[in-house]
C-alpha cells in the first residue's frame, strides 16, 4: 500500500524520505542565510532585506552560497571516505550550479551523519558570529562583484 502524500510528492519511501530531507535542508540553509542577513543589516543600520528588491535577493543568494560552503568545509573533517564519497557523488548528479550541488551533498549527509543536525546547528552559530563580526563585508568574489 502506498503512503499517504501531499500532490505532488513522491509515493514510495525511499523518493519520499530524499524529498523531506531536502525540503528540511533547503529551509534550513534559507533561515540561516537569512538570519545572518537580517542581523548584518540591523546591526549597521540598514533596513531589512525585501524580496523584490535584486540587491538584495543578490545577498540573500551569496549568503547562502557562503553558508553552504561554510558547512561542507565545517563537516569535512568528521566524514569518511565513504561518506565523503556519497556527498560527492550526489553532488555530481545534481548538475553544475553550485547552490544545488552544494544542497544536494548536504542532503546526502544529513542522511548519512546521525549527528547532522548538532553538526549542522554548530556550523549556523559560528557562521552567524562571523558574518556579524565581519561588519558583513564580503571579502571573496561573490562580494566583489555584487559591491561593482
Not at 550526489?90 to 548538475?95: E, K, N, Y
Not at 544542497?103 to 556579524?132: H, I, T
Amino acid at each position: 500500500m502506498p503512503f499517504r502524500t501531499r500532490p505532488g510528492q513522491p509515493r514510495d519511501l525511499l523518493s519520499l524520505i530524499e524529498s523531506e530531507v531536502r525540503e528540511r535542508v533547503e529551509e534550513a540553509v534559507d533561515h540561516a542565510s537569512l538570519e545572518a542577513l537580517v542581523a548584518t543589516r540591523r546591526a549597521r543600520g540598514l533596513p531589512a532585506p525585501a524580496a523584490d528588491n535584486a540587491r538584495d535577493r543578490a545577498d540573500f543568494e551569496a549568503g547562502v552560497l557562503a553558508f553552504l560552503q561554510r558547512l561542507r568545509a565545517d563537516l569535512d573533517p568528521v566524514l569518511t571516505d565513504e561518506v565523503r564519497r556519497k556527498a560527492d557523488d550526489a553532488a555530481a548528479r545534481s548538475g553544475q550550479e553550485p547552490v544545488a550541488r552544494l544542497v544536494a551533498a548536504q542532503v546526502a549527509l544529513a542522511r548519512a551523519l546521525p549527528d547532522y543536525w548538532q553538526r549542522f546547528e554548530a556550523s549556523r552559530v559560528a557562521y552567524a558570529r562571523e558574518v556579524a563580526s565581519s561588519g558583513g563585508k564580503r571579502r571573496g568574489l561573490v562580494g566583489r562583484l555584487l559591491t561593482g
